[in-house]
């Protein structure tokens, strides 16, 4: 074995630090789904169930997913259900993970769940999915695709994400405010 085919067993084998971003009320299941399937892939920086107390302000939730979850996060996942687009805190995280930060920028994926409107089409209607993730896949910066189990399809969509957060930065569009509130229940 050569130099070359050791350092590329090496890069395939590096566990890349994945923040998942979803509505927790809708998509728990598919959260729970994706780390099942593909968790012994990644380093898992999302916030758990009970993590952070909702009796604490909104910018100091804010700030502590920034700082403590977001802060050395390679690839932020979303997983796009049927009201993901119109919740605060998916708005909030991508709005983090998009922010230049010690470590650099993040590498930003949308995947589509089956309960969402548009999977399984060829095209994807915005009003359907989170602005800020819109905007990223207009740009070119971000990808969407649709849900699936395979481990090798994951590993390929999270390394073009890692690859992008690189060399693609300067299409990153984070200018929008944040959502002040969720925009539907």
Known sequence: MGLYDSLLIGAQQTKRK???SYYHKDDEYYRNRFETLFGHLFVNKSV??????TDVSTEYIKRLIQLNYLSDTSVLVVLVGEKTYCRKHVDWEISAALSKKVGGYTGLVGIRLPSHPDYGKNEYYSRNIPSRLVENLESGYAKLYDWSENTE?????IETAFN???SESHLIRNASSQFQRNRCD
């Open 18 to 20: 994945l923040f998942i």
């Open 164 to 166: 992008a957060k690189n």
């Open 153 to 157: 399809w994951l590993k390929t969509k």
């Open 48 to 53: 758990k169930m009970g993590d952070i107390s």
